[in-house]
């Protein structure tokens, strides 16, 4: 079992800036590929980023790349996602999740592969 909570959060302003957190616990953390995944009111959940057990291998939705990257810190627990020159469009709750991958520089862009979710945190980017 993983336990996953996510922080970071916020209202923020169309260009800004915000960095989420996900801290794990309950298993060791470098067993696990995370990801990123976003979910706006009346819409269904979308992937964002992924990052692989060790942290080589990444992926990207094409509507982030270049603005977002995800990162992890295997000693901390964590993996983060820093956002950068925000857009209205990227408001949503914001999710992480956890699974055993396949090989240590897996990533995984479907949801449906991961098992551990955590409650997410609300992103609001005003215009």
């Known amino acids: 079992q993983v336990q996953l909570v996510e922080s970071g959060g916020g209202l923020v302003r169309a260009g800004g800036s915000l960095r989420l957190s996900c801290a794990a616990s309950?298993?060791?953390?470098?067993?696990?590929?995370m990801g990123w995944f976003r979910q706006a009111p009346g819409e269904e959940r979308d992937f964002v980023a992924a990052?692989?057990?060790?942290?080589?291998?990444?992926s990207y939705a094409d509507s982030v790349k270049g603005r977002f990257t995800v990162s992890r810190d295997n000693a901390k627990n964590t993996v983060y996602l820093q956002m950068n020159s925000l857009k209205p469009e990227d408001t949503a709750v914001y999710y992480c999740?956890?699974?055993?991958?396949?090989?240590?520089?897996?990533?995984?862009?479907?949801?449906?592969?991961?098992?551990?979710w955590g409650q997410g945190t609300q992103v609001t980017v005003s215009s």
């Open positions: 999740a956890a699974t055993v991958p396949s090989y240590s520089s897996a990533t995984y862009a479907d949801g449906v592969g991961y098992r551990y």
């Open positions: 309950g298993r060791t953390f470098s067993n696990y590929a």
């Open positions: 990052i692989s057990r060790n942290g080589g291998s990444t």
